[in-house]
């Protein structure tokens, strides 16, 4: 088994997650953000020669860090096609999902991706880039009233309405072509000694609307609960509140919003059960990696359908 570089990206609670994972040797498990390559390796590891493992990631620069493993084998797509690639596979059932959900430290470091707000760059922030929204587009042509919406929430930002209004009057006289111009456009608005920390939200507010990152996440949960068998584990990873929302409520309630129903005795089903309490990187993990900062571990296990 080679792997090309360690350097693309470190993964993050790697022992806890595959841990999480209760792996069968034998059985058939998925990672759906393969990026450098850490988490799937740490999974073969414990795989025996019939186990197996399918990774997605829709960036095709992973597919240079894929493994020459008989027991392995990348599929470069967004993994809210998990179950059509699946069955593609011939796969009907599998043992376990892993997924850890943060932009790749290489998509950061490539100046050119236009993820980081180091850089200046064109406004891109595509994760696949052959798909036709990007950054620029959402920045440039969105309403501002969606501009609006998608501040607040996927930013969470308080003062989305002056962010959409400075930015749809800013282009009406000139193009917003770069991150560099964003910056510089926005920065005399951010709430002072929080400016980083604010130009982070705005960027992750359009960095999931270009990527349509929470419906995607919905989409997977939606089909982890035909494609994992009785046992089966979900390990995931989060990093801000969105998504970890989004997990936290599908492995506690089976579903997004409200709660589910109850039957005549008082009873409800619910697909999986919570494993243990949320994980957080360890000081030293954090020391070395500092993006691993906000990621939150879920660990979830598949009961038995309901008869």
């Known amino acids: 088994m080679k792997n090309s570089t360690s350097k693309y990206h470190v993964p993050v609670l790697l022992k806890q997650s595959v841990d999480g994972l209760n792996i069968n040797p034998e059985g058939v498990y998925v990672d ?68 850890d959900f943060g932009v790749s430290s290489h998509q950061f470091n490539e100046a050119e991706r236009g993820f980081s707000t180091r850089f200046d760059a064109k406004l891109d922030m595509r ?63 951010l709430f002072k000694g929080r400016q980083n920390k604010v130009l982070a939200q705005i960027f992750q507010a359009i960095r999931i609307e270009v990527n349509q990152e929470l419906e995607v996440l919905k989409e997977m949960l939606l089909q982890s609960k035909e494609l994992i068998k009785p046992g089966g584990r979900l390990s995931l990873i989060s990093y801000h509140s969105l998504e970890d929302r989004l997990v936290k409520r599908f492995i506690r309630d089976g579903m997004f919003k409200g709660k589910p129903e109850k039957d005549l005795y008082g009873n409800f089903y619910v697909p999986f059960k919570k494993v243990g309490k949320m994980q957080t990187p360890t000081k030293e993990e954090i020391e070395e990696n500092p993006r691993a900062r906000s990621a939150k571990l879920r660990i979830g296990e598949r009961l038995e359908d309901e008869k």
């Open 32 to 99: 759906l953000t393969f990026g450098g390559g850490g988490h799937s390796a740490e999974i073969l590891k414990r795989l025996a020669p019939t186990g197996k493992l399918i990774a997605f990631d829709q960036d095709p620069d992973a597919q240079a860090n894929a493994f020459e493993d008989e027991r392995f084998k990348l599929i470069i797509a967004n993994f809210r096609f998990l179950q059509e690639f699946l069955q593609k596979e011939e796969i009907e059932k599998i043992d376990g999902i892993l997924g």
């Open 127 to 189: 994760m696949n880039q052959h798909q036709e929204l990007s950054a620029y587009e959402v920045v440039n042509r969105y309403p501002e009233n969606d501009l609006r919406e998608m501040f607040y929430s996927y930013g969470e930002l308080r003062n989305a309405p002056n962010l959409a209004r400075l930015i749809v009057e800013q282009r009406a006289e000139k193009k917003i072509e770069t991150s560099g111009e964003l910056k510089k456009l926005v920065w005399p608005w």
